[in-house]
């Protein structure tokens, strides 16, 4: 179940869905994104339906009971979206979560999140991810690309980017998409390299990469100078 705090009506909406994975790429550009643009929280997942207590919390001796995971939508309304801008400007939704759930609960969780996408007009869904290669933690990232349709890939050609043309996106950041596509919604991954070695280590210039590319895609005028003070 998914609580709302605030109805909002967003025009050509585009979500931006993350939570934690390797070098915590997503999560961190998500939560980047969501303060920088000085989001509204509107929504959030109810995590008692996807989410168990595996591990109990320590605090000065005294064991207690953990706090489930958080998943929360926050929205920005683009300016130019709303005062007769381009028909492309879009508002952003951006989901940012704790926790990945358990397996046999994810195609639930990505239901409920897709259920609101619909009733939202969500015209576009965006996950980012870690692409683990053979680079020195010192190189720049480079971001590659997989998509729900052809059609986004083309759109996306004029952009600095690799196209991934095989493989596998583990986790929510692929499974998302692909459950997005079979319901007829497009969508998109941006995939940060990291280094093969650095894949359980934050990785801030894979984030900034990811949001760098998106920010280009959108028309964003996103201030990113603490990830790349963070990514030195």
Known sequence: MIIIHKAIKPKNAVLVATWPGMGNVALKAGLYLKDKLKTIKFAEVEPKEYFYPHEADIEEALIKTPQLPRGEFYYWQNPAANIGGKESESDLIIFVSEAQPSPEKSQLYIKNILDLCEDLR???????????????????????????????????????????????????????????????????????????????????????????????????????????????
């Open 122 to 232: 969500v015209v576009t869904i965006y996950t980012f991810a870690a692409f683990p290669v053979p680079i020195d933690h010192f190189q720049e990232s480079h971001v590659w690309v997989a998509a729900t349709h052809k059609k986004l890939l083309d759109e996306l050609k004029r952009f600095e980017m690799k196209p991934m043309d095989n493989g596998q996106i583990s986790g929510l950041n692929g499974l998302f998409l692909s459950i997005a596509r079979e319901r007829k919604m497009q969508g998109i991954c941006l995939l940060g390299e990291i280094p093969l070695y650095t894949i359980q280590i934050e990785n801030p210039k894979a984030s900034l990469a990811v949001l760098e590319l998106l920010a280009k895609i959108m028309d964003l005028k996103l201030d990113l100078n603490e990830l790349v003070t963070a990514g030195k």
